[in-house]
């Protein structure tokens, strides 16, 4: 008796809009070539190179476009992917017949997530980079017409806590890609490192991107490892990065933070620093929040704006992070200068002043075209005209900044900071703040349900955080990361527009796509809890109960107005 078929809508992670099961099957084999248009022609090399690497084929290109629907069965067997207008701008089409497959997107991104929806419907082995012997290749005949709910779909990688190798930032695009997200959002600066070459400002990276040491588990008393870490990303790898993102759907944001959370920017060069302050003026060695903070000397702005160019030189993206969080107002309320510097701005509060410098870089960053991107601290005081939000202490600054006109990006702490604990076990690796599970982050609707529809239109999806203090080797980013990323990516995908999600639905999808992350070598976290190796016995954690939590955001966004 042949085994019934898993229908397709059950094979795919996300779970696509629309999925028509069809007889047959298209089996790779020496005649399997892969075809494209100009557009879907980077594509087209990446789908080969998977292919191949497998499987073992040849999977050559063609000198022609092929249409392998109308070919007959005599036919080459092509895969042919192209970009048509008539199709939104993500949306895809995927057909899938015996003597071959078309895949078809509104753009380039549209194609990859077509062509990452047609892997899926493979063994899960095609994920493997060396041949896997002994496996038949097939996909099921199926027509499956897929968009997304939410456009930004993204994962922040903060790189300046502990940096990441490009290696490692590029498969991190790949499984970003593969989960058919759009966003890849570089935090490249912070008290702890600077990440990117500025060729005006050499020492930024010859200072600002190593420190002497590093805390070692949570709170003023821990220790330090005693070992120096660093590095940065030259411009061209930078590039490089960008380059490879687009080929698979992926815009990389950069995020460059002011005016706090820059004490390695102050550390290669003091004058951006409020004389007299009271930190060592040394790229930071300690994690939290730092009181060394810009001053508000028009040098100063003047500097970050030179620093920005390059930046907007290097990423194509429409946005340009900007930080805006966390700055402390300490040495601006102490600083005899910065309290005459607030009268000659007009700014009446410290409040004001970062409202003042955060209105600054938007300016210049709108004259070059680009949309500046902050925290919901941006919020406070007033919000620049043309700034989006990522509100991240729970909904209060998207509801805010919806209501004022502002586009929002959702990335509440409570579920998608994703360093956060995954359980209340002891075993969890330095365990930090709230409890997020998988099913927290599966059930998460980006959407505040107090907003109007119009209100609705300005978000734009969502994104998790992956915060680097206590993660301080790929492998943890790993644990970490998945398999909440691939829950993060199903709701990002259906929310919103296919009625109530179900868990129970999901689950056996998910257990099924675990094998394609062994395949690929991601060594997430286990549902019965971390191995032996993920753990981190020893070192200090701080784990919190909810409901305080909850009291402190209240407490700490109770001056933003909406």
């Not at 790898?237 to 933070?257: Q, S």
């Not at 500097?303 to 992070?321: K, M, Q, T, W």
Request: some cysteine; hydrophobic content about 40%; glycine content about 8%.
């Amino acid at each position: 008796m042949t085994a019934a078929r898993t229908p397709v809508a059950d094979r795919l992670l996300p779970r696509p809009l629309r999925a028509e099961d069809r007889p047959g099957e298209f089996v790779l084999d020496e005649r399997t070539v892969v075809v494209a248009d100009a557009a879907g022609a980077p594509i087209a090399s990446w789908l080969r190179a998977q292919l191949a690497a497998a499987t073992g084929l040849p999977v050559a290109g063609a000198p022609e476009a092929v249409d392998p629907v109308t070919t007959d069965g005599e036919g080459v067997g092509a895969i042919a992917l192209a970009v048509d207008a008539a199709l939104a701008a993500e949306e895809y089409r995927l057909a899938v017949e015996p003597t071959g497959v078309r895949i078809q997107g509104g753009s380039a991104a549209a194609v990859s997530h077509g062509a990452q929806s047609f892997l899926q419907l493979l063994p899960p082995a095609v994920y493997r980079r060396g041949v896997v012997p002994g496996t038949r290749w097939a996909a099921p005949a199926c027509i499956v017409e897929d968009s997304p709910a939410f456009a930004w779909r993204g994962l922040m990688l903060d790189v300046a806590r502990h940096f990441l190798p490009k290696h490692d930032v590029l498969r991190f695009v790949d499984l970003l890609a593969m989960h058919r997200m759009s966003v890849l959002h570089l935090h490249l600066t912070d008290d702890q490192g600077w990440r990117m070459e500025i060729r005006r400002y050499p020492r930024l990276t010859e200072i600002g991107a190593w420190r002497r040491e590093s805390q070692v588990g949570f709170g003023p008393d821990a220790p330090a490892d005693g070992r120096p870490h660093g590095g940065f990303y030259t411009q061209d790898d930078l590039r490089e990065i960008v380059a490879y993102a687009a080929a698979r759907g992926i815009t990389v944001i950069p995020e460059i933070e002011s005016p706090g959370h820059v004490q390695a920017a102050i550390a290669a060069y003091p004058e951006l620093g409020v004389a007299g302050g009271d930190e060592p003026r040394e790229v930071w060695t300690r994690y939290g929040i730092s009181r060394n903070v810009l001053n508000l000397e028009e040098s100063t702005v003047a500097f970050f704006r030179n620093v920005l160019d390059e930046v907007v030189d290097v990423f194509p993206s429409a946005y340009i992070g900007i930080g805006g969080d966390e700055c402390r107002k300490d040495q601006w309320r102490a600083d005899p200068r910065t309290q005459e510097r607030l009268r000659e701005i007009g700014a009446a509060t410290e409040e004001e002043g970062q409202s003042w410098f955060v209105r600054r870089i938007d300016e210049h960053l709108t004259s070059r075209g680009r949309r500046s991107y902050g925290w919901d601290e941006i919020l406070e005081g007033g919000l620049a005209p043309g700034a989006t939000v990522a509100s991240w202490r729970g909904e209060t600054g998207a509801v805010a900044a919806a209501r004022q006109g502002h586009d929002v990006v959702l990335c509440p702490d409570r579920v998608l900071y994703f360093n956060y604990r995954q359980s209340d076990s002891p075993e969890e690796p330095i365990p930090l703040v709230t409890v997020t599970t998988v099913r927290d982050v599966f059930e998460l609707d980006p959407v505040p349900a107090e907003l109007t529809d119009d209100q609705r239109a300005h978000v734009l999806g969502a994104q998790a955080n992956l915060w680097t203090e206590y993660i301080d080797q790929p492998r943890g980013l790993d644990y970490f990361a998945f398999p909440r990323l691939a829950a993060l990516a199903e709701a990002l995908w259906c929310a919103d527009r296919s009625g109530e999600r179900s868990w129970e639905e999901f689950a056996p999808r998910l257990d099924a796509h675990l094998a394609r992350l062994d395949a690929v070598g991601v060594e997430y976290r286990r549902a019965d809890g971390p191995l032996p190796w993920q753990q981190r016995p020893g070192i200090p954690g701080a784990p919190r109960d909810r409901a305080d939590r909850e009291a402190e955001l209240a407490d700490l966004t109770a001056t933003i107005v909406s």
